[in-house]
């Protein structure tokens, strides 16, 4: 029997062996065996990019050893796994042309400067922006081979000994396929038995286990929750907890604000679009930063966009007047307008009273929003144009990085278990309090959401960032890599929150991903309009 | 100077194939931008520019994997399993009730990744692909996993992690196997993850754990003295002395030389393993590896002290052969390594001299 297994297996690989001197390109022309360790490099390319190693390699011996110092802390690196740009902008930089060179700073911003102190090398001048030159070039190549079918994949991470939590999951699971099959008597015996083996669990399985539960016994016996208008501002103090419990929001806001502050270089007047206003959380880190230029602040027009709240309370206001004394106070020229939309999608590019592109600068930001429109046809398309008639130096977008979206619920519900799992987990760590109850409320809402609704009623439609990606570069859009300083700072950030253990920021393609552990939670990603679409093919 | 490494780099492009140069090539400048002078270490750049692959607990070419972590140390363990081994269980979900099988034996392989005690992860992608071409090829269980590294935790902090990481495996119920109900363990790693993967052996007979045997993919030793192999072989292929040196400072305890047991196991203050039931080992070779001469040393002491070694000396591979499939090394060694794990459930093997595999 055992020598039948390994002859079976000798075979196969013998088969493996011929099929991968083969194959060695994808469909896109790239190295596939390269590409499955990390790499994109085009098999038409290797000679050149070989020839870049070899240069750097002779250079690096010439140089001085301050130099190679340089290309360690002073240079910012972007997307690793493109080596031909990569090679290419570490070449540059031992040979510098006579370009002027960009001063950045860290941006400090009070919510953030206060926490830590700058690491003193990122603050030091002669950065040189670098937005990867083939990057438009290679998104567009890869989706000009449609990819329609999104490959599953799921990340699951243990954490201690949870084989004890395995058996509950196991219900869970079960209870979710019984819903599937429409087999309610068994799904509801399932769910009084998990009630029963959540208790006897402690810590985050036993909270997600509770919060799955209920949400299948409301599926089980209809009863959606209502999303009633008072959900609005409950919602937004929610949130408020979740930012200060964990740094999920703060990573948002850092990274996506790295990136409009590098689009906003050298621009006089700007204008940035807030998707996701809510209390304007994200700002004042920004507008901090931006009165710290060099040459001084731009002047800063802020629109901020949100659905209406209970009584028709003007929240939106508020949150401005707010921001309209932090700018008073640090000099910065502010200009405010909030919109109450429905949905995004009732938005209009003519409603926003943009100035000409060459007068004002605008960046379009959206944190954990896009998603909320896919429940609706045609919704995204609708917004993603509206994006595009906008025409702004960059976008940023930051989504829950788990697939939320299937048509199949009980994919949906494997994926939010695993997810939400990992995602509690990340906060036992944090401090016992009302912070972090009303965190795990702001959770189990979502929780709620994506199991026990559906239809348009079921907004939080998360979708993973390789899905995201098709879908802005089928819009138009090419992604702007966010770099090696953004990955520092951010890895700084987060260790205010529990020392940092266990929490993970990962670059990827450009992107930058916060996970807990090796499980990749959220993703920030900075999309421009593509300036040639038809690049590649 | 400058024409002599033109030179060499010409004669190392010969030898393998244009990718798998690429690819070393750019680790090679990668890791000369993030070790400094002074013997510290950029290791924020270091994770930046680290491809990491997740797990995926979907089987991807007949192989699935997850993760564990553990929380007091925050160290990441990825298991891989083949999926042809339970063929029941719903796709995408991990059961962790039952062992891997109650009638057959699954070896379970423990494997310690390279990167000189200093580079690298478990889900590094360099590391997660071969882990998974191991599983794919040889039909084992692996076991993937995460140390501390240096310079910011020295010996013998990698060995304590491994030697955890043997205990824990150990004592899973789902990692056992056969009728007996054993967890199978072989140990393995590829550069210091081989070394780590002697100490642990080493440890392990000490305290009467058993393990199978050891498979040691050109293992990082060295020594004080300098050898023939590394005067002639420096700068050459990838690797020079120099910065062998530097990940052994970063690794021994400050002030200590090369002949430290650890980098040195069978030199002048190394331990002897005689009368020592030692597991039997598998050491790969690299002929072109400017180490080899302290690689063939250990071959040699395990020898001396009456211990099984099988030595499998590949002529003109490089470090690092076998992170692509492109060559015929990559395929002999997966044949010797098929060989060597499941040589446990061929129970008329019997006690050789060592063996001498060249292809």
Known sequence: ?537 | MAGGNEVNLNECKRIVPLNTWVLISNFKLAYNILRRPDGSFNRDLAEFLDRKVPANSFPVDGVFSFDHVDSSTNLLTRIYQPSSLFDHAPHGTVDLTRPLSTSEIVPVLIFFHGGSFTHSSANSAIYDTFCRRLVSICGVVVVSVDYRRSPEHRYPCAYDDGWNALKWVKSRIWLQSGEDSNVYVYLAGDSSGGNIAHNVAVRATKEGVKVLGNILLHPMFGGQERTQSEKSLDGKYFVTIQDRDWYWRAYLPEGEDRDHPACNPFGPRGQSLKEVNFPKSLVVVAGLDLVQDWQLAYVDGLKKTGHQVNLLYLKQATIGFYFLPNNDYFHCLMDELNKFVHSIEDSTRSKSSPLLLTP
């Open chain 1, 1 to 537: 029997m055992k020598r039948d297994h390994q002859h079976h297996l000798f075979q196969e690989h013998k088969t493996m062996m011929t099929k991968e001197k083969e194959e060695e390109e994808d469909g896109n022309g790239m190295d596939e065996l390269l590409a499955v360790l990390g790499y994109q490099v085009r098999s038409s390319e290797m000679a050149e990019v070989a020839q870049k190693l070899e240069q750097l390699e002779v250079m690096m011996s010439n140089v001085q050893e301050d130099d190679i110092s340089n290309l360690a802390t002073e240079t910012v690196h972007y997307n690793p796994s493109e080596l031909y740009s990569w090679l290419d902008s570490m070449l540059s930089d031992l040979n510098p042309p006579s370009n002027a060179d960009y001063d950045l700073k860290a941006i400090p911003g009070d919510a953030i400067l206060n926490q830590f102190q700058i690491d003193s090398s990122s603050s030091s001048s002669n950065k040189r922006l670098k937005c990867s030159s083939s990057d438009s070039m290679t998104v567009a190549t890869r989706n000009g081979v449609a990819d329609t079918t999104a490959e599953s994949t799921r990340a699951v991470v243990l954490v201690d000994s949870q084989e004890n939590g395995v058996r509950l999951v196991h219900s869970l699971l079960a209870c979710a396929e019984a819903v599937q099959k429409e087999n309610l008597t068994l799904a509801e015996a399932l769910v009084k038995q998990i009630g029963f083996l959540a208790v006897s669990q402690v810590g985050a399985m036993r909270k997600v286990a509770t919060y799955f539960a209920e949400a299948l016994a409301r599926r089980i016996y209809h009863l959606s929750p209502s999303r009633s208008p008072i959900d609005h501002s409950l919602s937004d103090t929610l949130q408020m907890h979740f930012y200060e419990t964990c740094p999920y929001l703060k990573f948002a806001h850092f990274t996506a604000n790295q990136a409009i502050l590098e689009a906003f270089q050298g621009k006089k007047r700007v204008h940035v679009i807030d998707f996701s206003m809510s209390q304007g959380l994200q700002w004042p880190a920004l507008m901090q930063a931006l009165a710290l230029r060099p040459e001084g602040p731009p002047i800063f027009r802020l629109t901020g966009i949100g659905p209406p709240a209970p009584d028709n309370f003007d929240y939106l206001h508020e949150v401005g007047c707010k921001l309209a004394h932090l700018a008073e106070a640090i000099h910065v020229e502010f200009e405010y307008r909030g919109f109450v939309a429905n949905t995004l999608a009732d938005l209009d590019a003519s409603m926003l009273e943009l100035r000409p592109s060459e007068i004002e600068s605008v960046a379009i930001n959206s944190v954990f929003e896009l998603h909320k429109l896919l429940g609706r046809p045609g919704a995204i398309d609708k917004v993603l144009g509206v994006v595009n008639q906008i025409k702004p130096e960059i976008f940023t977008v930051v989504e829950q990085e788990s697939n939320h979206n299937s048509p199949v619920f009980l994919d949906r519900f494997t994926e939010s278990l695993h997810y939400y799992s990992t995602l509690f987990d990340s906060l036992e760590g944090a401090p016992s309090g009302q912070d972090k109850v009303m965190s795990e409320v702001y959770l189990g809402k979502q929780i709620c959401n994506v199991v026990a609704c559906d239809g348009p009623d079921r907004v939080e439609r998360h979708e993973t960032l390789s899905q995201w990606r098709n879908r802005f570069g089928s819009a138009g859009f090419s992604a702007a890599s966010i770099g090696s300083n953004a990955f520092k700072q951010a890895s700084m950030l987060l260790a205010v929150f529990n020392g940092g253990e266990g929490y993970q920021v990962e670059e990827s393609d450009g992107c930058l991903m916060l996970g807990w552990h090796t499980r990749p939670l959220i993703a920030t990603s900075a999309w421009k309009l593509s300036t040639n679409e038809m690049v590649a093919l």
